[in-house]
């Protein structure tokens, strides 16, 4: 799987605190799924799909 983060981000940072190798804050203080989804992150990365209280982060 590929995770990408749509332009409903609010920059909350919860992502990126559940799983920081994939999910970086940009200079906008938004996140971008910047990492590779490998199969020892993937259950961190769906955490934060789960997490995300806007729904922003889709599987590609
Ligand atoms: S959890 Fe969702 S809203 Fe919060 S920074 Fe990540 S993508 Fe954006």
Known sequence: MKAYVNE???GCGMC???CSEVFEMNA???AE???AVTAENEASVREA???C???AIEEQ
């Open 8 to 10: 409903s981000c609010i």
């Open 16 to 18: 990126n605190s559940i």
């Open 28 to 30: 906008e203080g938004l």
């Open 33 to 35: 799924a910047t990492g």
């Open 49 to 51: 799909m789960d997490s």
């Open 53 to 55: 209280p806007v729904g």
